[in-house]
Nanobody
Framework: QVDLVESGGGLVQAGGSLRLSCAASGRTFSAMAWFRQAPGKEREFVAAEVWVSSSAYYADSVKGRITISRGYAKNTVYLEMNSLKSEDTAVYYC????????????????????WGKGTLVTVSS
């Protein structure tokens, strides 16, 4: 059984930092990503990392403020978020794919077969 568990969400003031973690179990993956969904909005891509190529991809809205990284443990991924803004408020979801992706392909939700339940990040202004 595949399981993705996110942690690290919470309430933070604008300009602050937060680190999200995602631990996946049940099988190995080729790529892991973070998506987010703000109230009343559609789910959107945030960042992805492909293990075999060590390539990372980011949404334009988070470039320079958010970093995705792989943990020492297999199938673990982190999302380091700095200079947080109120518009970063959302439920953040971890996603994983057993298949390789590259470029724009890694930004599509349809690439990822497995999803966590999400962790809420609230940025107060």
């Amino acid at each position: 059984q595949v399981d993705l568990v996110e942690s690290g969400g919470g309430l933070v003031q604008a300009g602050g930092s937060l680190r999200l973690s995602c631990a996946a179990s049940g099988r190995t993956f080729s790529a892991m990503a973070w998506f987010r969904q703000a109230p009343g909005k559609e789910r959107e891509f945030v960042a992805a990392e492909v293990w075999v190529s060590s390539s990372a991809y980011y949404a334009d809205s988070v470039k320079g403020r958010i970093t995705i990284s792989r943990g020492y443990a297999k199938n673990t991924v982190y999302l380091e978020m700095n200079s947080l803004k109120s518009e970063d408020t959302a439920v953040y979801y971890c996603a994983a794919s057993p298949s390789y992706c590259s470029g724009g392909g890694c930004r599509a939700a349809s690439v990822y077969n497995y999803w966590g339940k999400g962790t809420l990040v609230t940025v107060s202004s």
